[in-house]
């Protein structure tokens, strides 16, 4: 048996490799991306949540962005201020402070509030049960109560109640995922200091509200007469108020005929003080 013709094209072959190992060796050395140690750096102070919250892909994504100087050191709406100050640290600039961000339900719309106008039987599910028909609620702008908000939210943030999101500012971070998963857009981001609230999105005229929601903007324009900052405008005929304006001074909702209107000041506070209240009935002596 002649070895040579069975060792010859193994030795070709392995040849071969390793010209080719050693071409793809020095390529990879020549085209070499650097990559910044900043950006591991920066990631470990990042959540690792991969929320989405800050618009990016994740938190990979994120830390990449503020090492580039696309985004700022406080752009990830889930670190706290010690998470803003070490990546300030990091990137060698100073921290600024950022206000704490929090989601808010522009609905009061719930089960007791809202008519119907049929049976809904479908999947437990937000976006299914807005496709068919625009959903069962007479009101078409108002939140259709199946919890998508709270299933998109990692942070346990939300519960359900009567069919309406609440939010737990205590928990609440601002990421957005709740606002992204929500396909009527009921759902806002705003600084924890906004004080007063529309809690309705509806364009519908007076009447049509009426019919559709006891709680909702009719646009009755009381709100607009009693402020006398000028804060509060009628848009596509319902209330908004520009917050640089308002005073705090509260003529708004005590005015408001269906308590459209309300201090969002006092719902976080309230909310804050039920959660130390629970937590302190679950300590045991």
């Known amino acids: 048996m002649d070895l040579s013709a069975i060792f010859s094209p ?20 020549k085209f070499a991306v650097p ?18 919250g800050c618009g990016l892909a994740g938190c990979e ?44 339900v522009s609905c009061k719309g719930n089960h007791v509030h809202a008519q119907l106008k049929y049976n809904y039987q479908g999947i437990a599910n937000c976006m299914d049960a807005h496709l068919i028909g625009g959903g069962p609620k007479v009101c078409a702008y108002g939140c259709l109560g199946y919890g998508s908000c709270q299933k ?22 601002g990421c957005g995922a709740c606002k992204n998963a929500c396909p009527r857009h009921i759902i806002e981001i705003l600084p924890m200091s906004t004080t007063y609230h ?9 009447k049509e509200v ?15 007469k009693q402020c006398e900052e000028g804060a509060i405008t009628l848009v596509d005929n319902h209330a908004v108020i520009e917050m640089t304006k308002c005073v705090s001074c509260g003529k708004c909702e005590a005015k408001c005929p269906t308590k459209a209107i309300s201090n ?5 506070l309230k909310q804050e003080n039920n959660a130390i209240s ?3 009935s679950s300590v045991v002596i």
């Open 152 to 173: 998109a939210c990692t942070f346990g943030a939300i519960t359900m109640e009567e069919g309406l999101p609440i939010i737990h500012p205590e928990k609440c971070v």
């Open 10 to 29: 193994v030795i070709a072959i392995g040849g071969m490799g390793l010209l080719f190992g050693i071409g793809l060796g020095i390529a990879a050395k």
């Open 210 to 224: 009426k019919a559709a929601c006891e709680v909702g903007c009719i646009g009755c324009g009381i709100c607009v």
């Open 61 to 104: 994504a994120m830390a990449k962005s503020i090492v580039t100087g696309e985004s700022n050191i406080n752009a990830c709406p889930v670190c706290n201020e010690a998470q803003i100050e070490a990546i300030a640290k990091i990137m060698g600039i100073a921290a600024s402070a950022s206000e704490k961000q929090i989601a808010v």
């Open 264 to 268: 969002l000041s006092k719902q976080v």
């Open 278 to 280: 629970a937590s302190s």
């Open 198 to 206: 529309v809690n309705c999105i509806s364009k519908d005229k007076g």
């Open 35 to 52: 990559i910044d140690e900043r950006v591991e750096a920066v990631k470990e102070f990042l959540p690792g949540a991969n929320c989405g």
